[in-house]
């Protein structure tokens, strides 16, 4: 892999310059432009931010959306499109945690090491550019599910917010996918990741309302992180409760990050120092 857009860094002045806030942010910026330079480049990666999401949640508001509806009293769309939206964001840390096993294998990260460039920046531009990826898939999510028929009665304010929202839990779990590729030895244990947010999804209240659930399961399907991010978005477009959802999805989110940070840098660390 070319590192073209890596090596068009500025000469440092000193050595010091490299632990600077300021080497930092423009380290960062650099190596974020590196990667979404790259997924533009690869349509399967496009494909699969974008049209993947939104063929899915077309698909899911044809056949659930009426049942959904009479259900409910609501457009299926409130529930829906905010699932689709975590969907993207857990599924795509998936191709990201691969793309640091390729990176790490083929010695890009120890190339990136020996560069006058910030240590964390190369940490942190892989989450600011997971960022980018998730909020351009909610954008199209957003686009879809207004065509469809959504509308955010809570005003703009609450609209932007909305966009947002999927990052919380989104950057949470592609910290634990990226740690567990920069400890893996197989691609396969990476993937199993995605099993993960293939069970939260058919258990969340995005996909059928809680009530539709057998009633000794409706308390994991309540409490669990992708339902709490549904209804944040769902109470910021519709109406309903948003800080109590909004407080169990920052806990997961925390416990995450806690549990990951130090094991993903101590492992980044180690990556990007092999021979």
Not at 91 to 119: C, Y
Request: proline share 5%; hydrophobic share 55%.
């Amino acid at each position: 892999m070319e590192l073209d857009s890596v090596t068009t860094l500025p000469a440092r002045g000193d050595d010091t310059a490299e632990t600077s806030l300021r080497s930092l942010v423009r380290d960062t910026a650099t190596l974020t432009a590196r990667l979404l330079r790259r997924w533009t480049r690869d349509p399967a990666t496009t494909a699969e931010t974008v049209l993947v999401p939104v063929a899915f949640l077309v698909t899911l508001n044809i056949v659930l959306g009426d049942g959904i509806q009479r259900f409910s009293g609501h457009s299926a769309l409130y529930g829906s499109v905010p699932l689709v939206a975590m969907v993207a964001a857990t599924q795509g840390s998936t191709v990201g945690g691969l793309g640091i096993m390729r990176e790490r294998d083929d010695g890009l990260l120890a190339r990136l090491w020996v560069l006058p460039i910030h240590r964390a920046a190369g940490f942190i531009s892989r989450f600011a550019a997971e960022a980018a990826r998730i909020v351009l898939a909610t954008l199209a999510l957003m686009i879809t599910g207004l065509i469809l028929g959504m509308r955010f009665h809570e005003g703009v304010l609450a609209a932007i917010c909305w966009l947002f929202v999927p990052c919380i839990f989104g950057l949470a779990f592609f910290m634990m996918v990226a740690t567990v590729a920069l400890y893996s030895a197989k691609a396969i244990v990476v993937e199993a990741t995605a099993l993960i947010s293939g069970l939260f999804m058919f258990f969340s209240t995005g996909f059928v309302p809680l009530d539709a659930y057998p009633e000794w399961i409706q308390p994991a399907v309540q409490h669990q992180p992708l339902s709490y991010t549904i209804d944040v978005m769902r109470g910021l477009s519709l109406g309903g409760p948003v800080l109590t959802p909004l407080t169990g999805l920052l806990i997961w989110s925390g416990a995450i990050i806690a549990v990951c940070l130090i094991p993903a840098a101590i492992g980044y660390r180690k990556a990007s120092m092999r021979d």
